[in-house]
Structures are given as structure tokens and as C-alpha cells.
């Protein structure tokens, strides 16, 4: 994320339970997947796993940003 998407996030995150959700989940997956780009091989099951996990993690971050544009339409 971009720096304005963060200080967005920082300035309404404690008052905002919806996008408090998103960014926790977002920061989640995130975890995860490293772990996952960690290891040098990964079983298909593993693979299948990392996959659900990028497009959650995507999904997430598309719910942030339209969270946000209501912040920056105001």
C-alpha cells in the first residue's frame, strides 16, 4: 500500500470497526503467505492453500480501498 492509503488507515482504523477487520485479515494472510514464499518447496496441497490465501488477501485489500475512498471523498 501506498503511503496515503496508510496514513488513511492510521487516522480511521480505531474508529472503524469494518476496516480494523480488513487490515487485520489483510496483515494475516500476508503472514502467512511469506511463510508459505519461505519455504523452498511446497506440496500441491500447499500450493492449492497459498493460492486461496492471495486471492483472500486480495479480495481484502479491495474492501480496504473502497473503505478508504469514502475517507478521501470527505
Known sequence: MERSEENLI?????HDDELRKYV?????????IEKFNQR???????????????????HGKE???TLLSKYRDE
Open 10 to 14: 492510521a487516522k480511521h482504523i480505531n
Open 24 to 32: 487485520k485479515e489483510h496483515r494475516q494472510y500476508e503472514e502467512t
Open 40 to 58: 523452498v518447496y511446497l506440496t500441491p496441497q500447499e500450493e492449492v492453500e497459498k493460492k486461496k490465501l492471495q486471492k483472500m488477501k486480495l
Open 63 to 65: 474492501k480496504i480501498y
